[in-house]
């Protein structure tokens, strides 16, 4: 499990560090491990883009303060192994003096950032040093310049702890940011490291001394594909298709067939157990699948361990019946689509419930639900809602669709970067919210999982099967990939598991 804490309680971690250096006589004791640490991975980083140091070129993009200072001494450390370090000085009267005097012994060069142009020819990497932990806001004149042309120009950027542009504990990404190909941290991660991973690019903790953090109410957590390989539901010994959870899908209609077909294909292809359909969609349903036991209303249903409702099924009154009699029945529910416009327009149907609710919005709906969020802060536009949900007595989880995927379920957030944008087509919600309710099924079996576990493990999947998709034509390793669709996401959910456990 990757685990990645707020500013506060870092800051609070690294005084006695930073104490014990001042107290030795030694006050940058702890920035040069930081340096040596963005030193080594920005060398690894030239020599993978460039085939070796002696000689390659390397700006710095010097703020003030202690990333300035991390930025400098690494250039410092960069120099004497014989690349060419340029430091672009952004303020120069408060620019870190003892880091700047180790560039300027090392034989770096020194420029104002007022001169276009003046730190020499393109850089083979530059080091983006402007701010750090204590960072927020955009980019300002001139590094939002600077960066825009670098970046324009194909110049990779390691980020000294955190892109400059992004905040660090809302993971807040702003219009003039560092667009990072590597971010250096220490000790721990950050919380934008995983809110914001898109931008942060390969992210390398180095080593400053910092002790293991406990987990806190603000420390967001992303699971590694083979935790989630290892904890895949797979038949034992003395399985049956009941014990291994039984999921009820009431999904798809007449109107819209396909989503009753994704959402219960896809519940089928994440376990081996059971599937119910319930709809008007099962000649859809049983021509794609025709293992799946249907069923004409959510009464005349058989016992299932957990359900699934709303993708196409409608929002008429006879939807929000079915809401209603789904969470009567006290069964861990996922609401998505159109299940989820019901609520928005009728809050009150979540007052039923008397199991564990998973909502799993889109942006759109989110807007919808919550009549207008911060979405310059995800994680905690989620858990302030689910707060809300928590106090009016309701066992909500908010899964928050994107390529970073968010679950909250009030204790413990979950940030889950599906890698790439693939699977923003249509359909693949109905192919997450099938793997959603197998896993919650699952889970219900008795197996220890809570349903924020479940959701972020079905959105590890989701994202790994949307990866293999895109790339199923490469015939080159690092080939580009292609556009999928929803239907491609899920053939690919068989291979997507298989690779999960093998991770």
Request: proline fraction near 7%.
């Amino acid at each position: 499990m990757r685990r990645a804490h707020p500013a506060e309680v870092i800051r609070s971690a690294e005084a006695p560090l930073l104490a014990a250096a001042g107290d030795s006589g030694d006050p940058d004791a702890v920035m040069r491990r930081a340096a040596a640490g963005v030193a080594h991975h920005t060398a690894a980083l030239l020599r993978e883009r460039t085939g070796g140091l002696y000689g390659r070129s390397v700006l710095l993009l010097v703020g003030s303060g202690d990333n300035g200072g991390d930025a400098l001494y690494a250039g410092a450390m960069l120099r004497a192994r014989g690349c060419r370090v340029d430091a672009v000085l952004l303020d120069p009267d408060r620019a870190h003096p003892r880091g700047l005097a180790a560039l300027r012994r090392a034989g770096g060069r020194i420029h104002p950032a007022e001169v276009p142009g003046s730190h020499g020819p393109t850089p083979d990497v530059a080091v983006d040093g402007v701010v750090g932990l204590g960072g927020s806001g955009p980019l300002r004149s001139p590094a939002d310049r600077i960066v825009a042309d670098l970046a324009g120009a194909g110049v990779p950027w390691v980020a000294v702890d955190l892109p400059s542009g992004v905040d660090a504990d809302t993971g807040t990404v702003h219009e003039a940011h560092v667009p990072a190909t590597l971010t250096v941290t220490f000790g721990v991660l950050r919380r934008a490291h995983l809110l914001a991973s898109p931008v942060c690019g390969r992210v390398e903790v180095a080593d400053i001394g910092l002790p293991d953090l406990p987990d806190g109410p603000q420390t967001v957590l992303r699971p590694t594909p083979d935790e989630v390989g290892r904890a895949w539901p797979v038949p034992g010994p003395d399985d049956d298709k009941y014990t291994q959870g039984v999921v009820a899908i009431r999904a798809g209609s007449e109107r819209y067939p396909g989503a009753g077909v994704m959402s219960v294909s896809a519940a089928v292809a994440a376990t081996s157990g059971m599937v119910r359909y319930v709809g008007s969609g099962a000649g859809p349903v049983l021509a794609a699948r025709p293992e799946v036991v249907c069923h004409p209303t959510v009464a005349e249903a058989g016992t299932a361990q957990a359900w699934v409702v709303g993708p196409g099924a409608g929002t008429d009154r006879g939807a929000l019946e079915d809401i209603d009699a789904v969470l009567a029945r006290g069964r861990p529910t996922l609401l998505d689509a159109d299940a989820l416009t019901c609520v928005a327009a009728h809050p009150v149907l979540l007052r039923g419930a008397t199991a564990p609710v998973l909502l799993t919005p889109h942006a759109g709906e989110f807007d919808r639900l919550t009549g207008g969020w911060d979405r310059a802060d995800r994680a905690g536009a989620v858990r302030r809602f689910v707060a809300g949900l928590r106090e009016r007595g309701i066992e909500a989880t908010v899964l928050l669709k994107g390529r970073v995927t968010v679950v909250d379920d009030g204790e413990v957030t979950y940030a889950v970067d599906a890698g790439s944008s693939w699977a923003a087509t249509a359909g693949s919600g109905d192919v997450l919210s099938g793997i959603a309710g197998a896993l919650l099924a699952h889970a219900a079996t008795g197996r220890g999982w809570s349903v924020a576990w479940s959701a972020a493990a079905a959105a590890t999947l989701h994202g790994e099967a949307a990866r293999l998709a895109a790339h199923r034509h490469d015939r080159r390793p690092g080939g580009g990939g292609a556009p999928i669709g929803a239907s491609d996401l899920l053939a690919a959910l068989p291979v997507a598991v298989s690779a999960l456990r093998g991770a």
